[in-house]
């Protein structure tokens, strides 16, 4: 199993929700509203938002966890969906997770997922 970390585009998030809800058996998803800057620390960016004299940036992060088989498609599907071409189009980290448990059920593993 995999995490799908992808920090987006605020105005973005309906348009790659729409596209991953098109995926068979899509897990599902969390959705955390952000803030943060990237290498241009976002200086000059629209939009910014000042606290303690740093500006950052409102971002989306969204939290998916897959089987290994369906990784490359939610991947894509988010590279795909949150692109503008413009700077702070956001990133996309993978990170393994080692197990899942389905509270409810007490299922584990890739049933939990």
Known sequence: MKEVKAIIQPFMLSRVTSALQQI???????????????REKAKGEPHR?????????????????????????????????????????????VCEVRDAIRIMTGESGTDAV
């Not at 068979?24 to 800057?37: A, D, I, R």
């Not at 990784?71 to 503008?84: G, P």
Request: overall charge negative; cysteine-free.
């Open 49 to 93: 938002i000042v606290e303690d004299l740093i500006d950052y940036v409102p971002k989306v992060k969204i939290e998916i966890v897959v089987n290994d088989e369906m990784l490359d498609e939610v991947v894509h599907t988010i590279k795909t969906e949150a692109h503008t071409g413009n700077r702070g189009d956001g990133k996309i980290f």
């Open 24 to 38: 068979p058996h899509f897990p599902g998803m969390t959705v955390t509203k952000v803030q943060g800057f990237g």
